[in-house]
């Protein structure tokens, strides 16, 4: 396998920071953009993507691929999203390891599948096939869960591991995503950490979560806490550097707020090498 880029400390592109962006030039190493918004043909979003691709390197993140669903793939979204790899030639592509509706309804949710050997050829045959067409690997992100199948023959770690291996394709570690499930779920977090294999993570996510006294949602709208800084260090601790990011969907702060974030994941990623 050849060796896995490494882009550094990147951001999530928002809407919100596109001017502060171009005239303030940050010191961010990349951005990965929502797939899903640069879609439509021409526009401000394809214009202030095109100029902010001048000066960093981009990724693409989706939430539409629905790979883990019964439903046939949607290749017409598909076509959308290689037409737009050929356009902005993003280091990688990811979408979630989930499924989002079935019989052509969007639940507009990442929902969580059954960990079982039935599931795991289902999912790995669906990657294989996208990335034939798209021709390039792919990367599945963790979700963050609620629920549970009483069909579940495995551990979630042990669920992924055998579908990126028999899927041949990488992983988006989100490491929030890991620390809400386990609270949730009650599982420790190192043990699923330490069972991904380190050449096939290419990415990490880190975000903030609500915390609701029994349980925990990963909503993307507040700081990233302590325990998840803690965890993240004892991932790049265990697996090395990986490219990593600040994801924020709502409650948008400055970016010189997110920049903050940011430098303290350097600072934690430099420390634990």
């Known amino acids: 396998m050849s060796k896995k880029p490494y882009l550094g400390f990147g951001l999530g592109l928002r809407t919100e920071h596109y001017d502060a962006i171009l005239k303030q030039k940050p010191a961010v190493d990349w951005f990965?953009?929502?797939?899903?918004?640069y879609l439509v043909p021409g526009g401000k979003p394809l214009y202030f993507l095109d100029k902010i691709r001048e000066n960093y390197p981009l990724v693409m993140h989706?939430?539409?691929m629905s790979i883990g669903s019964t439903d046939p793939l949607d290749w017409e979204y598909l076509k959308e999203v290689k037409?737009?790899?050929d356009q902005i030639q993003p280091a990688w592509i990811s979408d979630h390891l989930c499924w989002t509706g079935i019989h052509g309804k969007n639940m507009h949710d990442l929902l969580p599948l059954p960990y079982t050997e039935e599931t795991v050829k289902h999912v790995a045959n669906r990657i294989r096939q996208v990335q034939d067409f798209l021709e390039?690997?792919?990367l599945i992100e963790n979700v963050s869960s609620y629920v549970t199948y009483h069909q579940s023959q495995m551990t979630e770690w042990e669920f992924i591991k055998e579908i990126i291996e028999q899927a041949d394709c990488h992983i988006l570690l989100d490491v929030n995503n890991i620390y809400v499930s386990a609270i949730n779920h009650e599982f420790n977090a190192l043990d699923y950490i330490k069972a991904i294999p380190s050449e096939r993570i290419y990415q990490i996510h880190l975000a903030g979560h609500s915390n609701n006294g029994d349980y925990i949602v990963d909503?993307?709208?507040h700081e990233v806490v302590d325990e998840v800084w803690n965890l993240y260090k004892k991932t790049i601790e265990y697996h090395g550097k990986i490219s990593t990011m600040i994801e924020r969907d709502d409650n948008i702060p400055p970016l010189k707020t997110l920049l903050?974030?940011?430098n303290y994941a350097r600072k934690l990623a430099t420390a634990a090498k």
Do not use: F, Q
Request: aromatic share 0%.
């Open 62 to 64: 989706g939430v539409s």
């Open 83 to 85: 037409a737009l790899a």
């Open 32 to 37: 990965e953009i929502l797939t899903e918004n």
């Open 219 to 221: 909503t993307h709208d």
């Open 260 to 262: 903050k974030e940011l």
């Open 136 to 138: 390039r690997k792919i």
